[in-house]
C-alpha cells in the first residue's frame, strides 16, 4: 500500500498549470530530514494569507446551479475534500490544486465592507446570495476571524435573503442571526453530508465536521425553524453510492425540509488528484470506483456539460437518480421548502461623513 497522509484530503502537491517552472524538492534533502533530523517530510500546519479584493459577491453564469450570487470569504479550504470541484480554482491565485488548496488559505477581511457597499447600491436587485459558492464559509479559521459572521449581520441590517452552504457545525454559533433573518424568511442553509460513515468522512473529507455533529446542526437547525436543507455531494459510485437510503431515512428523522444530489465529476486537476488519492486509501478498489465514475461521464472522469455535469448519464447514473427519488418520496414526501422573500430589502443610504 503506497503511503497515506491522514489529516489531508490531497496526498501529493499538483504543478499550478499556469506556471512554466516548478519547484521540486530534493529527494535526497527530504530523506535526510526523515532520517537524520526526525523531522515530517509533509508539513500539516495550513498557512493564511490575507487578501485585499475589490468586490466580494459574484454573479453565478452556470445554468444549472441555483443561484444567482454567491460570496466566498476564504480561497482555498482547509477543510480539504478531496473531490473538491474548487480546487481548480486555487490556481488563479497562483497556487496548486492538491495540498496548497488545504494549506494555503486566502482570507478577506475587508468581506462585511464590501458587502455593506454593494448591498447600498442604487441598481442593486436584492437576489438571494449564497455563502460558499466555491469554499466553505465555516472552515475552521471562522471561528477566529467571523468573517462570514460579521458578513450575515450585514444582510440581517439591510433585511436580504441569504443562502449557505456549509460542511461544518460552526454555522450554529451563529444561531442568534439565524433566528432573526427567518423571522423575516431570509435565510435557508444546506448541509452537506456524503456519508454515515465517519471512517469514510475522515478520508474523504479530513477536517469537516464529524456525521454526528452534522446531523446535530440539522437538527437544530429544524428545531429553531431555519428552512434546512442536505445535500448528499457528491455521490461517488463504489464508495457512498449504496447509502442513499439509510441517508435519506436519516435526515428526515432530524427534520430537514429537502434533499438534493450530484453525482462526482472530476475536472481539470481533480482527475488527478483523486486517482492518487484512492490510489493510496483505498487501493483494493481503486480502479472499480474510477472505472465507474467514467461510467457517469461518457467514459471520462471529467464532465463540464450543462443538465450533464451535476447528475451524469449511462446505467450507473440511472440507477443512482431511481434509488434518490425513491428515498425521496418513501421518507421525506411532503416537506416544504421555502422561496426566500425580497420585500423586505432596505436600500440603506450611505453613512454621513461626521463633521468637525
Same mark, same amino acid.
Given at each position: ?104 488559505? +486566502? ?10 457597499? &454593494? +448591498? ?9 446570495i449564497v455563502f460558499s459558492g466555491n469554499t466553505d464559509c465555516y472552515q475552521p479559521i471562522e471561528r477566529k476571524l467571523e ?18 452552504? &456549509? ?11 439565524l433566528k432573526e433573518l427567518a423571522n423575516y424568511n431570509l435565510i435557508k442553509v444546506n448541509i452537506s453530508i456524503t456519508t ?11 477536517? &469537516? ?10 437538527? &437544530? ?28 431515512? !436519516? ?13 462526482? !465529476? ?19 478498489r481503486a480502479q472499480k470506483v474510477l472505472n465507474q465514475i467514467a461510467d457517469c461521464h461518457g467514459g471520462n472522469l471529467n ?7 451535476? !447528475? ?33 430589502? +432596505? !436600500? ?6 461626521? +463633521?468637525?
Open positions: 500500500m503506497k503511503s497515506y497522509q491522514k489529516g489531508r484530503g490531497a496526498q501529493k502537491r499538483v504543478h499550478n498549470k499556469f506556471y512554466e517552472l516548478e519547484h521540486i524538492p530534493d529527494p535526497e534533502y527530504l530523506e535526510y530530514c526523515l532520517k537524520e533530523e526526525g523531522e515530517s517530510a509533509v508539513n500539516l500546519k495550513t498557512k493564511f494569507q490575507r487578501v485585499f479584493p475589490k468586490t466580494i459577491v459574484n454573479k453565478v453564469k452556470s445554468p444549472d446551479l441555483r443561484m444567482e450570487y454567491s460570496l466566498n470569504p476564504y480561497q482555498g479550504c482547509e477543510h480539504g475534500c478531496v473531490y473538491c470541484y474548487a480546487r481548480n480554482s486555487h490556481q488563479y491565485w497562483g497556487y496548486g490544486p492538491g495540498q496548497d488548496f488545504e494549506k494555503q488559505v +486566502l482570507i478577506k477581511k475587508n468581506a462585511p465592507e464590501l458587502l455593506d457597499k &454593494t +448591498l447600498r447600491k442604487k441598481n442593486w436587485d436584492p437576489k438571494p468573517i462570514t459572521r460579521k458578513c450575515l449581520q450585514v444582510m440581517l441590517k439591510h433585511k436580504h435573503p441569504a443562502g449557505i452552504i &456549509t460542511k461544518n457545525a460552526l454555522v450554529l454559533r451563529d444561531l442568534d442571526i454515515l460513515s465517519e471512517e469514510t468522512k475522515r478520508m474523504l473529507e479530513p477536517r &469537516t465536521s464529524s456525521i454526528k455533529q452534522r446531523l446535530k446542526t440539522v437538527e &437544530t437547525l429544524s428545531k429553531n425553524n431555519i428552512p434546512v436543507a442536505v445535500m448528499m455531494a457528491p455521490i461517488i459510485p463504489g464508495i457512498n453510492s449504496h447509502e442513499i437510503f439509510p441517508l435519506v431515512k !436519516r435526515i428526515s428523522e432530524v427534520g430537514a425540509n429537502s434533499v438534493n444530489y450530484t453525482v462526482v !465529476r472530476l475536472n481539470g486537476a481533480i482527475g488527478e488528484i483523486f486517482s492518487d488519492w484512492i490510489e493510496k486509501a483505498m487501493p483494493d464532465e463540464s456539460r450543462y443538465g450533464y455535469r451535476m !447528475r451524469g448519464e449511462g446505467e450507473i447514473a440511472k440507477q443512482i437518480a431511481q434509488q434518490f427519488k425513491i428515498a425521496k418520496n418513501k421518507f421525506m414526501p411532503h416537506r416544504f421548502w421555502p422561496e426566500l422573500e425580497t420585500k423586505h430589502y +432596505l !436600500r440603506l443610504k450611505k453613512p454621513q461623513l461626521k +463633521l468637525f
